[in-house]
């Protein structure tokens, strides 16, 4: 078992065209991703081939073959055409909010949006309408999803880890990675780049829901960062729903006071916001928080030994 996305999923591609749609389009096809066509209205029509190359544990062919992806001009007409059912977003910051809209409006199951640089007001917008659609939104401003040895939508390396016990949703794409190289002996259900950008249509809560009631999900690992109340009302969250081990990491806490660091989201006002104020909340409902990636990698792994011993 997965959450959000699984082998079944056959995904699109807009902004495929593009060179960073192209060149992750590539990626997610050598993964063994089922990516069954592309967007782009002014390329209606057209295919575009591809040199894959089979890598990392979702690979089912080993050496290079060509793959031809149909470009279509609307995601209703790719929908229509190849039953897709997620959609992921490479299209540049001033027409991201139209191509998210086009996406929701599709009533895609999933819509995972990578671009960086999306104004928060378009993010306001297009996760609102994406929730009142009862549409899956991950991002803006994220690194995807994946599930090992299934899928993998956006822009995760597919050969850092496979499949196994743990639960991953982070605020950042590097430490995503970085912790399913440290837990890559486990392996994961499913991990998730939420992005850190003030606005999102996949929180925290809602990842932890979804792991809660995912069978093989048996550890959850919560990566969150300075700014905003995200990670504290987590904690309340975790508290009231939820009754899997869960091990938590905060980034920022050497970040010097005052200073604007990385994601639009991580602003720290007074003592609202710190790393150390979320730590402390989590740990107050029994979520063990390491002090660095490598240490909370530690936790989790012996929370799980805790489960098998």
């Known amino acids: 078992m997965t959450i959000f996305l699984d082998s079944s999923d056959r995904v699109i591609v807009q902004g495929m065209t593009g060179a960073e749609g192209s060149k992750h389009t ?23 081939t591809f040199e894959v190359e089979g890598y990392g544990p979702l690979a089912d062919q080993v050496g290079t073959k060509q793959v031809d992806v149909p470009v279509f001009g609307t995601v209703q007409e790719a929908k229509d055409q190849t039953g897709a059912t997620v959609s992921v977003v490479f299209v540049p910051p001033r027409f991201a909010k139209d191509a998210v809209l086009e996406a929701v409006e599709a009533k895609m199951d999933l819509v995972v949006v990578i671009t960086e640089g999306i104004p928060v007001a378009d993010s306001v917008e297009f996760v609102g309408r994406a929730l009142q659609a009862g549409v899956r939104l991950i991002g803006p401003n994220c690194p995807g999803i994946i599930s090992p040895a299934q ?6 390396p597919a050969d ?16 995503t ?3 399913m190289y440290e837990l890559r002996d486990l392996g994961f259900s499913t991990a998730i780049g939420i992005g850190g950008d003030p606005v999102v ?23 969150g960062e300075i700014g905003g109340d995200a990670e504290e009302r987590a904690a309340q969250f975790i508290a009231e729903s939820i009754t899997k081990p869960v091990v938590g990491y905060v980034a920022g806490f050497t970040a010097p006071e005052g200073k604007t660091m990385g994601h639009a989201g991580a602003i720290v006002s007074g003592s609202a916001g710190t790393a150390e104020a979320k730590k402390e909340a989590l740990e107050a409902v029994g979520v063990a928080v390491g002090r660095t990636p490598t240490q909370t990698a530690e936790l989790a792994r012996a929370a799980y030994q805790r489960l098998h011993p």
């Open 26 to 48: 590539r990626r997610m096809l050598g993964a063994g991703t089922n990516v069954v066509g592309g967007v782009n209205p002014r390329k209606a029509g057209t295919s575009v």
């Open 201 to 223: 249509g996949t929180t925290h809560i809602d990842a932890l829901r979804a792991f809660e009631a995912d069978p093989n999900t048996e550890v959850i690992v919560l990566i």
């Open 151 to 156: 899928s993998n939508v956006g822009i995760t």
């Open 160 to 175: 850092i880890t496979g499949p196994g016990p743990i639960g991953l949703v982070s605020k950042s794409g590097t430490l």
């Open 177 to 179: 990675y970085q912790m």
